[in-house]
């Protein structure tokens, strides 16, 4: 199984709303990773978890939460969001050792948010 | 400065033939590797091809190759035999030993193959 799977596929949520994206991966990889990217731009780290403990922060707004309640799974929690948070959400995987430079990134097929 | 420089937003080939997408890269850490993603409208990110920083031969995976020079410090992406499917937006990465789970992205280019 090699593949990073996100749910849902799409999410339409109002500026009140709270929701969660879900990323799930059955690689045994201990990096797992959240970005965002808007269309025809290149997808911005927003957070890195390396064996379940969240390793970088890209100086994300509070109102995205991330969550990883096991080695498998990430989870990301929105709570009042913009609408300038439109835009496709994905989440990736790495084996998680560090400073080996070929490891790369699987990606799941993203979440396509609107914030209305 | 910008890790990761891809200088053509867009570009177009005809089916059939070959197409080069340029990436150049700033580390000034000896261990790095190099990546190619390739993204369809469906949105998904698909790894295409790694190169090391001690890799002494270009890599190639299919009809994909990398033509990696150190000294000018670009890995340039060839697309031999284009098909229609190839079009999508292409990203070029890399990843630094000293900065762990890091990737660099650059600004990726959008390649529309014609029939």
């Known amino acids: 199984d090699t593949e990073v799977t996100q749910t849902p596929k799409h999410l339409v949520m109002g500026m009140t709303n709270k929701k969660s994206l879900k990323c799930e991966q059955h690689m045994g990889h201990r990096a797992m990773y959240w970005y965002k990217q808007k269309a025809k731009k290149p997808p911005e780290l927003m957070f890195v978890y390396s064996y379940e403990k969240l390793s970088i922060n890209e100086s994300v707004p509070s109102r995205f939460s991330p969550e990883c309640p096991n080695s498998s799974l990430l989870n990301l929690h929105l709570h009042a969001l913009q609408p300038e948070d439109s835009a496709l959400y994905l989440c990736?995987?790495?084996?998680?050792?560090?400073?080996?430079?070929?490891?790369?990134?699987?990606f799941g097929s993203g979440t396509q948010l609107s914030v209305l | 400065a910008q890790k990761i420089t891809q200088t053509q937003p867009g570009m177009f080939v005809q089916e059939k033939e070959a197409v080069t997408l340029d990436c150049t890269y700033d580390?000034?850490?000896?261990?790095?590797?190099l990546f190619w993603y390739k993204q369809p409208s469906s949105g998904e990110m698909i790894f295409l091809i790694y190169?090391?920083?001690?890799?002494?031969q270009n890599a190639t995976e299919g009809r994909y190759s990398l033509n990696f020079q150190k000294a000018r410090k670009s890995a340039n992406l060839v697309i031999s035999a284009s098909q229609l499917g190839d079009s999508a937006m292409y990203f070029c990465?890399?990843?630094?030993?000293?900065?762990?789970?890091?990737?660099?992205f650059g600004t990726g280019t959008s390649l529309t193959v014609i029939p």
């Open positions: 190169q090391g920083s001690y890799d002494q």
């Open positions: 990736a995987s790495s084996q998680g050792q560090g400073a080996f430079t070929n490891e790369k990134l699987f």
């Open positions: 990465a890399m990843r630094e030993s000293y900065t762990g789970n890091q990737f660099y």
């Open positions: 580390t000034s850490d000896p261990s790095y590797g």
